[in-house]
Structures are given as C-alpha cells and as structure tokens.
C-alpha cells in the first residue's frame, strides 16, 4: 500500500491522462491507483488543471465526457498539422446535419430525422454509428417500433462537450445558421 502524497500522486495522475488514448473519469484512476483517497485525487486533478491553464503551455488540461484528457491548444493546432500529426475526424455537411439533428432532438428516429432534412439520411447514420459518434437508443414505442438515435460519450470527446447540457442554445447559434430556417432551429416543433 503507498502512501500518497500531492506530490508523488499528482505526476502519477498526469502520466495517466496524458497515456491515454480516451478520457480518464475519476473512476478510471481511482480503480487504477487503489488506494489513493479520492479526495486526494481530487486535489491532485486541480492542481493540474491550474498548471495546464498557465498561458505559456501548448497543452490544456481539459474535461470531456465526464473524463479528463491532455490535449494541444487549439491556438496552435496549424502548427500541430503542419507536423504531420493527425487529428480528428472530417465530416461532410450531411453527416454534420444529421449529427446536429441527433444531438439536439435525440432520442429521435431516422423518419424525423429525415423529415427535418429533407432527404434519406440512412447511409449518413450508418456511417455516423461506424464512427461511434450516434448509437442506438432503443425503439420508439409506435407501429413498426423504429430505431431511436442519440449521441455517445465519444461525441462529447470529439466536441470536447463534458455533456449536451453544454450544447449551445440554438438562441446562441450564429443567425447565419438560423436563417437557413431550418426545421432543426423550429423550437416550437421540439416541444
């Protein structure tokens, strides 16, 4: 059994968060440390989180998904795509349309979501579900018991959301966006 201190469990933790290829909840680390108190955990996370929001870091600590996760500032990413790195996933405007639809009116079924775009959309949700971004939430309780989409803790990481909460209002979306009226930003059809 160690006896943790700040000191040796806060670089611990760092190397953790850093290593991983997904966000480490409290859980995560608290079930790979053992015997570390969590509220010692606790302290050692916020201790970082300071030290990574110094301004001269090119890394943020940053909470998503209910996890914690390094990352590159995004001030500097031209910098980290001139490196050759790769970064996260490239989505076409119909998949970006689908995904919003999923997101802000989930659960939802692929007949209303095509109702709010227009046109077939099941080739963008297959695609969408092989990217883990969508799953299947259930089935609607109507004749014929369609499938219900919603989002994944792995679209809150790619949209470094910590949860949809953190959606922004459609009130707060650009009005370039909203004034495509799209059926999507039609309040009165969500409630």
């Given amino acids: ?26 859980a995560n680390i608290r079930q790979t440390i053992g015997d570390a108190p969590l509220e010692l955990i606790k302290q050692a996370i916020e201790l970082l989180k300071r030290e990574y929001s110094e301004p001269n870091k090119g890394l943020e600590l940053v909470q998503v998904a209910k996890g914690y996760r ?38 939802v079924t692929r007949a209303e979501i095509e109702g709010i775009r227009g046109v077939d959309s099941s080739g963008t949700i297959r695609y ?11 089935r609607k309780d109507v004749p014929g018991r369609p499938l219900l ?6 679209f809150l990481e ?18 370039s966006v909203k004034a495509r009226q799209n059926p999507l930003f039609d309040t009165k059809a969500a409630s």
């Fill in 149 to 154: 989409y919603g989002t994944t803790s792995y």
């Fill in 128 to 138: 969408l579900l092989s990217k883990n971004l969508i799953r299947i939430a259930g």
């Fill in 1 to 26: 059994m160690n006896k943790w201190t700040l000191v040796t469990l806060k670089p611990v933790i760092e190397a953790m968060i850093f290593a991983s290829s997904r966000p480490l909840t409290l």
């Fill in 70 to 107: 390094i990352q590159t500032r995004p001030q500097y990413k031209q910098w980290v795509l001139r490196s050759g790195a790769k970064t996260g996933h490239r989505l076409s405007r119909a998949a970006l349309e689908t995904l919003a639809v999923i997101a802000y009116r989930q659960p």
């Fill in 158 to 175: 790619v949209f470094q959301l910590k949860s949809l909460k953190d959606l922004p209002r459609i009130e707060e979306l650009d009005d």
